[in-house]
């Protein structure tokens, strides 16, 4: 996986191979922050990253300036991975082994851009759970956006807050947003 913008711009982080993740490609995290570029300053941004994997995601927003940055995974090796890799790029990025749904419960903090990228056989009442808590839960700060990555056969655009989506080969990404 490659940091496509920002201070490491270019710079190539390899995963273990054991760890059970699937990379955003780089042309589908391309195309979500140059829709995200167009709406936020992401040197103001504090980010949440469920179902974190390899960090991918995380270390783009890190590259970018993001202020805060939470990833979140379930899997040991993947959070130490993350932390090993945000200490030698010296990013700020809190790595925090959880169940992600047990953690959006819990957590008090508030997000400008919360994203998750759960594995794309989730059942279809887990998926719709993420923006059920996160808006029940008030987790986005004003004017913040909830992006869901998943594949192009499952559909989320029946859930409450959802907004639109945008499709990248066999990957989607579905936003949601509460209403003004």
Do not use: W
């Amino acid at each position: 996986m490659r940091i496509i913008s920002g201070k490491y711009k270019g710079r190539r982080i390899t995963a273990p191979k054991k760890l059970p993740i699937r990379p955003t490609t780089d042309m589908a995290k391309e195309a979500l922050f140059n829709i995200l570029n167009n709406s936020y300053y992401f040197e103001d941004l504090e980010v949440l990253d469920l179902f974190a994997g390899s960090g991918n995601i995380s270390y783009e927003f890190g590259s970018r300036g993001a202020t805060k940055i939470v990833s979140v995974d379930a899997n040991f090796r993947c959070i130490k991975f993350i932390s090993a890799t945000a200490t030698a790029l010296e990013l700020e990025i809190e790595a925090v082994k959880s169940d992600v749904f047990a953690y959006l419960e819990k957590t008090t903090s508030k997000f400008d851009i919360i994203f998750a990228d759960p594995p794309y056989d989730l059942s279809p009442d887990k998926f719709a759970e993420i923006p059920k808590l996160t808006f029940d839960r008030a987790l986005l700060q004003e004017g913040g956006v909830l992006v869901i990555e998943h594949s192009k056969h499952t559909d989320l655009s029946h859930l409450h807050h959802f907004t639109q989506q945008r499709k990248y080969g066999g990957s989607v990404f579905s936003f949601f947003e509460a209403a003004p």
